[in-house]
């Protein structure tokens, strides 16, 4: 098949692109997600399906879905996702939508993106970071999507940092989603700040206490990603999602805490770069994704 669908199923948005076998987006769409219902959020993702169908002329194409979760053996659905997206779990996709359809964990999906089109094209050993709402990870080994046994690994955002903190869903405590993910913004500055957005405009205008949760917050995220390069000892780690939008905000004390806590053998040092593809780097490497899937199946 020439082309395929994308959709990166989220929690707030439907985001849905058409592309081609070379990566070149088409056409895009955006819809509301309603998490709390997944009869409206199934709809929604069919009513863009078809829509896109209507832009490519109805040609043949495959569905890619990326998705929250943990992915099955033959990638047609997602089996464990707890405490979100009620519905999601189990769904046969293919069935639903009438067309060939893939899916897989929205983080390997951006992953793919950024190997096959973006920041780590041509590199072999990458690491990715989706830094939103909370924290995504996936790996990329000998220039292949690294998912281990059970289909789990990546999950970075699960990483211990503090064990005195609390526990997330898998029974982590202290995990470095905590640490810089939107969804603890208001714990982390005792409820002064709704977002980390209205954190970091108060950073930059010289608030010291926005300084203060910002600076903590992006050392720990250093720790952890220092820690990565023990483990793994990627040559370039792609930081993406919302909070990697703040650019040199991130980026610059990033660097200055990396050059405290890694590990440089020989002075090689891992490279950090920002993703090239933002909210749509689910969408594309799910589609590129179903793309190959359907591809070697002919």
């Keep these: 098949m020439k082309f ?10 439907i985001k849905g692109i058409a592309v081609d076998a070379e990566g070149n987006t088409l056409h895009k769409l955006y819809m509301p997600t309603n998490d709390s219902d997944g009869a409206v959020w199934k709809k929604a993702v069919a009513e863009t399906v078809d ?7 109805n040609s043949d194409s495959v569905v890619g879905i990326s998705a929250p979760g943990l992915p099955s053996d033959d990638c047609t659905s997602i089996v464990h996702m ?29 992953l793919i993106a950024e190997a096959k089109f973006g920041a780590a094209k041509n590199k072999k050993h990458v690491v990715m970071l989706t830094l939103g ?21 990546g999950h970075i955002g699960h990483m211990a940092i503090n064990d005195g903190g609390d526990c997330d869903v898998t029974g982590m405590p202290g995990r470095l989603e905590e640490c810089i993910g939107n969804c603890t913004i208001e714990k982390r500055s005792k409820g002064k700040f709704a977002s980390t957005h209205d954190m970091l405009n108060a950073y930059s205008r ?18 952890g990603l220092a820690s990565i390069t023990n483990i793994l000892s990627p040559e370039m780690i792609v930081l993406g999602g919302g909070i990697a939008e703040a ?12 050059a405290e806590f890694e590990w440089r053998t020989g002075g090689n040092k891992v490279e950090l770069v920002k993703a090239v593809y933002s909210d749509l780097a689910g969408a594309v490497g799910a589609a590129n994704f179903a793309l190959e899937k359907i591809n070697n199946k002919l």
Excluded: C, H
């Design 51 to 57: 829509e896109l169908l209507l832009k490519l002329d």
């Design 4 to 13: 395929a669908i994308g959709i990166d199923l989220g929690g707030t948005r």
């Design 82 to 110: 707890p405490g979100r997206m009620q519905g999601l779990e189990n769904f046969q996709w293919q069935k639903f939508l009438e067309k060939p359809t893939y899916v897989l964990n929205d983080a390997i999906a951006a």
């Design 247 to 258: 650019g040199d905000i991130l980026f610059k004390p990033l660097n200055d805490y990396m």
């Design 133 to 153: 709402t909370g924290v995504g990870g996936a790996i990329l080994i000998d220039r292949k999507p690294y998912m281990g046994a059970f289909n789990k690994a």
């Design 206 to 223: 010289g608030d010291k206490f926005a300084k203060e949760v910002w600076l903590k917050s992006v050392r720990q995220l250093a720790i």
